[in-house]
């Protein structure tokens, strides 16, 4: 459990050292004129931000406890570790391309470039989609090579660790679908600019976990 | 920057007005009508949880007198019992229902920041319940696993409900964290970007401080409950043995081979622990509001209150082990998670410090909504002191499968809570419907309902401390059960019949006074808070009429001395003040 104590400490940290620094040397007794210093809102940003952000804490809590789940599982003697599909390279290689895609359709829709935003929305998705059919094709792989998965808790990990971090990325591309769909009836770039600066930042972060996860498969 | 709200900023998200029956009352975007249906529900789903616990008492009380319980159902009552009070109820109750309410109404916001999404939670949370309730009638029943739901028995056969009980059980918990999820994100943005002008985080009432972090803790706790449940739903679907170790079932070896029980325990308490703060952290919060209201007096150390509530939720996700002391662990272990259970005692009693600080001298009112809050500062520090015993190992370890850990835990986080969510549906009872409840029924209900419960649960530690065992649907004739023991049990069981029957006043009064109970007007409290002052009671979509309130001070300002009423709501400016005799508590 020591992994998600780390995780969950930086973010109890955070959250505690935030509203300490809000909450301190303030004298709430005292009536103040509603003037516009005090501003009702805590941040200077979209409340999807907010929500965004919130939410990639629970999945960051959601695959730190899958990852101290696994370490501690790992130590039981029956733990036979899998050879892990040489496919799962390229697969990696397809998010990070995917991952780069949509932050380029971010710039160019911050500059309000319609034709590129339309363009990088398609070259992301579909990166997108060939890393999910990659890793169902991983899945294949190992199946026909005799890694059932009630084999061994090693190979019901690596199923069940890709199918999560592969829902969360279907999740991502439900989102993608629906900006895609505005951009390609015509919509201009700025109507889903919010919602393309936050799937890039939600594409980041699943990169990042898939990197995590995949380094912790190999090295085990 | 020059303050807009968040509320006129998205305007064409919030201003969609309800006009059919279906948008206004079943599919509604509104957050008090979701609140409502939060709380129906929730209190729906509650009174099937303390019907199983009168029949399961039955059997304790009267072993062997009512054929209908049998040891598989039993078993299964008990599970469910606790499930749907822990989770179904409370956490559904407090966070979709006290947290839907009061959010928007008392930071002045014209509601959650994103609506739908909030629909949303409560038509999933209702799936969940309904998922809960049907495991009952599938075959094999539901399932009698406990409400920790502890492999490998949860899915080894021999126990209740191993075939689809414990499938639903799960599914169901799964579905409900949906909804919790889509319900927490709302509550935490809505906190932290829409509160109206004014509003700074030290000015919310401390209902919202309380609401607010128990939000916190389950979106960080419950996914540990998600990845505990999907884990065991594999080992029970799909043949893995995530949990499941190598065993011998009726001299036949199962194909599961070295799984780990006590990986569930881990996980499982991971979330478990914080879930008695985010039942408890909401209640700290709307119980300091009904006294500071009641007793005309600002609540004592309000700082120190938030930065308590603050402590509790830090502290609650490194308790979790106190709770497998007997599953065995390295003893340094054992005393890093006593002390740390210990020191959690110490904002704890800070704020039952500062309730009863708050009541020092002030100008009580024993109306329905404050004898609830008095009662459970008893019911809680009753709850609270046996956790000191319980939180140290050694006193632990053979208390542990006693009916004490019953007596405790149901104190502090069933009674406790209970209370004050009485206490509070009575106090906002008024500002949800515009019309009063019956105040003699109300005190009926809280006298039965308290001196029922004291009845109950304090003989219940005693006969812990006699050894007698939890969990067995019969004792048999055992030396350690004294005939004390046995006729202690049977005026308990009676007890939990008498506060059952009594929550039909609690119902009839609600439903009763919604067209016979005389008009309350917009503030019959005389309360400072925000959502006392709206144009409309019960408030209208939108709340605030054509413009949102601005805030000029905190939710306190009761009898400052020099001032005509003895109450400054939170929305008079300083110079609006009107001047007057002296309400200074100093006299």
């Not at chain 2, 194909?255 to 325990?265: I, K, R, Y």
């Amino acid at each position: 459990m020591y992994i998600t104590l780390i995780f969950l400490g930086i973010i109890m940290a955070t959250v505690i050292t935030w509203l300490l620094r809000q909450t301190f040397n303030t004298q709430p007794w005292i009536s103040e004129a509603a003037d516009n210093e005090v501003s009702g809102s805590s941040m200077d940003t979209n409340s999807k931000a907010v929500a965004l952000t919130v939410f990639l804490a629970v999945a960051t809590s959601i695959f730190a406890l899958f990852i101290s789940a696994y370490t501690i599982r790992m130590d039981e003697p029956d733990w036979r570790p899998l050879a892990e599909p040489t496919l799962l390279w390229t697969n990696t290689f397809m998010l990070i391309l995917a991952s780069v895609a949509y932050h380029w359709t971010r710039n160019a829709a911050v500059k309000g470039l319609d034709s590129r935003v339309k363009s990088g929305l398609t070259v992301s998705g579909a990166f997108t989609v060939l890393f999910l059919v990659g890793q169902v094709v991983a899945w294949q792989q190992l199946n026909a090579a005799g890694y059932y998965l009630d084999l061994n808790p090693a190979n019901a990990f690596f199923y069940l660790l890709t199918a999560i971090h592969g829902l969360h990325m279907l999740g991502g591309l439900w989102v993608w679908a629906r900006s895609t769909m505005k951009v390609w009836t015509g919509a201009d770039s700025d109507s889903v600019r919010l919602s393309i600066e936050l799937c890039t930042v939600y594409w980041h972060f699943l990169l990042l976990v898939w990197i995590v996860l995949f380094g912790m498969l190999l090295s085990t | 920057m020059a303050y807009v709200s968040i509320a006129d900023r998205d305007h064409e998200a919030e201003h969609h007005d309800p006009d059919t029956f279906i948008t206004k009352y079943v599919w509604s975007q509104d957050h008090k009508v979701i609140a409502i249906q939060y709380g129906v529900i929730a209190i729906l789903i509650g009174l099937v949880g303390m019907l199983l616990s009168s029949a399961f008492r039955l059997q304790l009380g009267f072993p062997d007198v009512f054929s209908f319980i049998n040891p598989e159902n039993y078993y299964q009552f008990v599970t469910i019992h606790g499930m749907i009070m822990v989770i179904y109820l409370l956490t559904a109750l407090f966070l979709g229902g006290f947290g839907n309410y009061l959010i928007p109404l008392q930071l002045g916001a014209r509601d959650m920041v994103f609506p739908f999404m909030n629909m949303l939670s409560v038509w999933v949370y209702a799936l969940s319940v309904i998922i809960l309730v049907a495991s009952f009638f599938v075959p094999g029943g539901a399932t009698g696993a406990g409400w920790t739901l502890y492999p490998p028995h949860a899915i080894s056969p021999g126990t209740p409900g191993t075939d689809w009980g414990i499938i639903l059980m799960l599914l169901s918990l799964g579905v409900f964290i949906v909804a919790f999820t889509m319900g927490g994100l709302n509550y935490v943005t809505t906190v932290l970007q829409a509160r109206c002008k004014g509003m700074t985080l030290m000015r919310m009432p401390l209902s919202v401080w309380g609401i607010f972090m128990a939000t916190i803790l389950g979106l960080l706790a419950f996914p540990a409950l998600l990845v505990s449940a999907i884990m065991m739903l594999f080992d029970k679907l799909l043949g893995t043995s995530f949990f499941m170790p190598a065993m011998i079932q009726a001299g036949v070896a199962t194909d599961t081979v070295g799984g780990s029980p006590v990986l569930f325990q881990h996980l499982f308490w991971f979330f478990g622990h914080p879930e008695v703060y985010i039942v408890a952290l909401p209640a700290f919060g709307l119980v300091s509001d009904l006294l500071s209201t009641h007793a005309r007096k600002n609540i004592f150390g309000y700082r120190m209150m938030v930065w308590a509530i603050i402590a509790i939720g830090g502290l609650s996700f490194i308790v979790w082990a106190h709770h497998m002391y007997v599953s065995g662990m390295n003893p340094y272990f054992g005393f890093f998670f006593a002390t740390t259970t210990l020191i959690i005692a110490v904002p704890t009693a800070l704020k039952v410090y500062n309730w009863v600080l708050t009541l020092w001298q002030g100008n009580i009112h024993l109306r329905v909504p404050m004898l609830f809050a008095i009662g459970f500062i008893f019911t809680f520090t009753h709850g609270g002191l046996t956790g000191l015993f319980l939180g140290n190992v050694t006193i632990d370890l053979p208390l542990s499968d006693t009916y004490f850990v019953v007596a405790h835990f149901h104190m502090v986080m069933g009674v406790s809570p209970v209370l004050v969510v009485f206490g509070a549906i009575y106090h906002w009872y008024p500002k949800m419907t515009g019309r009063m409840y019956n105040e003699t029924l109300g005190k009926w209900h809280f006298w039965l309902t308290f001196l029922g419960t004291y009845s109950l649960y304090l003989p219940m530690h005693y006969i812990g401390f006699l050894g007698v065992p939890r969990r067995y649907f019969a004792m048999g004739n055992t030396d350690f059960m004294p005939d004390s023991a046995i006729t202690l049990n049977a005026s308990m069981t009676i007890s939990a019949l008498i506060i059952a029957a009594t929550q039909t006043l609690f119902i009839y009064n609600m439903i009763v006074s919604l067209k016979k109970g005389e008009k309350s007007g917009g503030n019959p409290w005389k309360s400072t808070s925000l959502e006392w002052q709206t144009p409309d009671t019960p408030p209208k979509h939108g709340n605030w009429g054509h413009s949102l309130p601005e805030v000029h001070r905190w939710a306190y300002d009761y009898s400052v001395p020099g001032q005509a009423e003895d109450f400054t709501p939170q929305t008079v400016p300083e110079s609006e003040v009107p001047v007057g005799r002296d309400h200074g508590t100093d006299h």
